[in-house]
Nanobody
């Protein structure tokens, strides 16, 4: 079992920045990939960014604005979000793939115009 805890969400004005963090804990696991997803009210959950040992992938809507990074030694993943837009408002979930998929509880990001 892998437990994921996110932090770093909040309210920010358009054009501002936020940094999300996610820490994975448990025992006897190896994480293959970690990522961030988001879900806005009335919409489906969508991929924001994912990072593996050798690559990163971003949704087109966040390319050039968001950066995902990972601290492998501490099983943490980060999402630096710059130039935030109101349409980035959503509940952001951390995801880890370790044989099975694991999800955090989510952290709210609200961008005001």
């Amino acid at each position: 079992q892998v437990q994921l805890v996110e932090s770093g969400g909040g309210l920010v004005q358009a054009g501002g920045s936020l940094r999300l963090s996610c820490a994975a804990s448990g025992s006897g696991f190896v994480i293959n990939a970690m990522g961030w997803y988001r879900q806005a009210p009335g919409k489906q959950r969508e991929l924001v960014a994912v990072i593996t040992s050798g690559s990163t992938h971003y949704a087109n809507s966040v390319k050039g604005r968001f950066t995902i990074s990972r601290d492998n030694g501490k099983n943490r993943v980060f999402l630096q979000m710059n130039s935030l837009k109101p349409e980035d408002t959503a509940l952001y979930y951390c995801n880890a793939e370790s044989g099975s998929n694991y999800w955090g509880q989510g952290t709210q990001v609200t961008v005001s115009s």
